[in-house]
């Protein structure tokens, strides 16, 4: 079955460096969406990728997805303490038509002020 | 804003007893999904409904789990009889019929069995 493996799993940063997570999935994938899970919450949708080679920017986040549609990566320039979380990449693979989605173990960001 | 909401938030009890939990999915949405997330294995599938008919329950051990949507507005999922490697958070979430729609999670439910 697919596979989206997710790395590192840990990391963690002094407030204002940068933080990189990787996602690497073992079949082609038609989108790759990304959450963001606080500390005691519930994931929570960030954005989502389709075309290959896409880049996207939301403030300090920086996301990309590869020119072969199996891996994608989540750069955050800067980092705060707001930043604190696990983030998820989830991976639909291709040609599937409907929602089921294979989540990576998640990368667990903790932040020093 | 709307939500999906699940109850209950947290559940104790003793191997053995039947647990159900419930998901009440944003209206309008028409897919569920039912993940659980522990340390160990992160988040896993357990259940995927479409429009209330079951798409793939695979993730899902079928000797005791069974995950139902009765009508459009509650989902089930139920472990019967429980057992403690089933502590975990169990997550609902909703979405639009679409690829590229997002999935939107409840708060989930916290269960652990002594």
């Known amino acids: 079955g697919q596979q989206v493996m997710q790395i590192p799993q840990y990391q963690h940063v002094q407030e204002g460096e940068d933080f990189t997570t990787y996602c690497n999935s073992s079949t082609t994938l038609s989108n790759i969406q990304w959450y963001k899970q606080r500390p005691g919450g519930h994931p929570v949708f960030l954005i989502q990728l389709v075309k290959s080679g896409e880049v996207k920017k939301q403030k300090r986040l920086t996301f990309q997805f590869g020119e072969a549609k199996k891996n994608s990566s989540l750069h955050i320039t800067a980092t705060q303490t707001t930043d604190v979380g696990t983030y998820f990449c989830a991976g639909r693979a291709g040609g599937t038509s409907y929602g089921k989605l294979t989540f990576g173990q998640g990368t667990i960001l903790t932040v020093h002020p | 804003d709307a939500r999906v909401t699940q109850t209950p938030r947290h559940k104790v009890t003793e191997m053995g007893q039947e647990v159900t939990m419930r998901c009440q999915p944003i209206l309008g949405h028409n897919t569920v999904f039912w993940y659980r997330q522990t340390m160990m294995q992160g988040l896993e599938l357990l259940a995927y409904?479409?429009?209330?008919?079951?798409?793939?329950d695979s993730g899902m051990p079928k000797d005791r789990f069974s995950a139902e949507m009765p009508d459009a507005t509650l989902a089930t999922l139920k472990i019967q009889p429980s057992e403690p490697r089933d502590s975990a958070v169990y997550f609902c979430a909703s979405g639009s019929q679409g690829a590229e729609q997002p999935q939107h999670f409840g708060d989930g439910t916290r269960l652990s069995i002594l």
């Open positions: 409904f479409r429009n209330r008919a079951p798409l793939d």
